[in-house]
Structures are given as structure tokens and as C-alpha cells.
């Protein structure tokens, strides 16, 4: 009988796994549409841990994997800093950090995840930013 209860348990939390995923899935696909220069879209915990990860077809790969991975780590880790100023500053919006090629704009998703978006150097990220606040 335990077993069976244990299996049931099993299956409910795949299926809402599953539909989590989904969910993220469809906003990963939607800030993708948001202009054609959004490159790369993201979304790990705060350990760095990548939960989905979508791309533009139209987008020419920048950096490595590892590269890539590292600094979903370091974005990660840094906000996790950043949430020890909330009692002092207020809840952190969004981040962005500019490059010559890229932007990077991390976007706090939920309590316990990051939304990473790369975009063209070129594109307003309040755009993107707008167009993920538009999900809550």
C-alpha cells in the first residue's frame, strides 16, 4: 500500500514538474519574440543550476558552454548577494550589465530562480524588462 501512495506521490510531482517546465518553457519562448536581437534566455536557481535555456536560431555563439555556464554561476551568486540588501534598500529589479557585443539583463524569476537574457549591445533592455514583468 505505501508503495503505491509512494508511486502516486512520484507521479503527481512529475506531472507538476512537467507543467512547470512548460510554463517556463513559454516564456523562455516569448521574451525570445520580443525583438530579434534577444540572443540568448535563461533560467536557473540560485546555486547557478540551469533549469532551461533557449536561444535565437539567428544568433552567432559568443562565448563557450563552460564559459556560458560560469557566468549563469556568477550571476546566480551575485544575486543571491544582492537579496541581503533587501532590508536596506528595497527589493533589486533587475540588473544589466553592458558589453561592446551584449547586454546582459538578469531579472529576479520567483523567489528562488533568475531569468538571464542576453540581448544585441543595441537593444533597450527596458523592453525586455517590461515584457517579463507583463508574466506577473
Known amino acids: 500500500m505505501q508503495t503505491k ?11 507538476e514538474y512537467t507543467v512547470k517546465i512548460m510554463e517556463i518553457q513559454t516564456a523562455v519562448e516569448k521574451i525570445l519574440k520580443v525583438s530579434p536581437s534577444v ?5 536557473c536557481d540560485l546555486k547557478g543550476k540551469l533549469v532551461y535555456s533557449g536561444r ?7 562565448v563557450s558552454k563552460k564559459q556560458s555556464l560560469a557566468s549563469l554561476k556568477a550571476a546566480a551568486h551575485d544575486w543571491k548577494q544582492r537579496k541581503k540588501l533587501i532590508r536596506s ?3 533589486c529589479k533587475y540588473v544589466v550589465a553592458e558589453y561592446d557585443k551584449v547586454k546582459r539583463i538578469v531579472i529576479p524569476a520567483g523567489k528562488n530562480h533568475i531569468l538571464y537574457v542576453t540581448t544585441s549591445a543595441s537593444l533597450d533592455h527596458n523592453k525586455v524588462v517590461r515584457k517579463v514583468r507583463s508574466f506577473r
Not at 5 to 15: E, G
Not at 39 to 43: E, G, L, W
Not at 56 to 62: A, E, F, G, H, T
Request: net charge positive; charged share 20%; proline share 0%.
Open 39 to 43: 540572443r540568448v534566455v535563461s533560467v
Open 5 to 15: 501512495f509512494l508511486n502516486s506521490h512520484r507521479k503527481s510531482y512529475h506531472l
Open 56 to 62: 535565437s536560431k539567428r544568433v552567432n555563439i559568443l
Open 89 to 91: 534598500l528595497g527589493a
